[in-house]
């Protein structure tokens, strides 16, 4: 009986010793991406973005943004484009445009807008713009067709939202012929990107009070 402490503080020991690697093992798993720490790994882009233009359909009284309301919807087009599809890479199509490298369901007909409050994300092909609207997009020719995946048009949103804090707009795909785009649900480029809402929302102050 006198023996018994000695006995289990060896057996305690012992078990400790053969879980110790499992514990380790487990806190070096990193954790599931979600829209709230998914922006520790974010995919490098090498296209530039082009931030806080002055152009009147971009910059106006009525194309003000809430950064808030861009992390929300940031967040929203994490959870309803990249979680479902982070593996497939989509043709994105300019209205009217015939498929070219894919097939159904793996076709994103644009544009294609993502809102909430004052702040939208959108995705277009660049040549649905007239020259002038994208300001240094250069000189083409852009192409009908392109291929992405939604978690790269996420973190080229990002980017945009993060570097400019304001109105911008980048490049993704292959070809680099998909325009990504942030502006204010008041302004010009909104009413210039008349189809494809896939969601809304209210603004995030509303939400949160």
């Avoid at 003000?64 to 309301?69: I, K, N, P, S, V």
Wanted: hydrophobic share 40%.
């Amino acid at each position: 009986m006198h023996h018994f402490p000695l006995i289990f503080s060896l057996l305690l020991l012992l078990f400790l010793t053969l879980l110790a690697p499992v514990l380790s093992a487990a806190l070096l798993i990193p954790p599931s991406p979600s829209p709230s720490n998914v922006s520790l790994s974010i995919p490098a882009l090498d296209s530039p973005t082009y931030c806080k233009t002055l152009e009147p359909h971009w910059d106006s009284d009525d194309s003000y943004l809430e950064l808030a309301d861009c992390t929300a919807a940031l967040h929203r087009f994490y959870a309803v484009q990249v979680t479902p599809y982070q593996r497939s890479e989509f043709e994105f199509l300019a209205p009217g445009a015939n498929p070219r490298f894919r097939r159904w369901p793996d076709i994103a007909v644009t544009p294609r807008k993502y809102t909430i409050g004052t702040c939208v994300l959108a995705i277009a092909m660049i040549n649905f713009y007239p020259e002038g609207v994208l300001p240094e997009r250069g000189d083409g020719p852009f192409l009908d067709n392109d291929v992405a995946r939604y978690l790269t048009v996420w973190s080229s949103f990002h980017d945009i939202i993060f570097k400019c804090q304001a109105p911008g707009w980048s490049v993704v795909g292959e070809g680099q012929h998909i325009a990504t785009l942030v502006f204010g649900a008041g302004s010009d480029m909104n009413r210039r990107t008349p189809s494809g809402t896939f969601f809304t929302g209210a603004a995030r102050a509303a939400r949160d009070e």
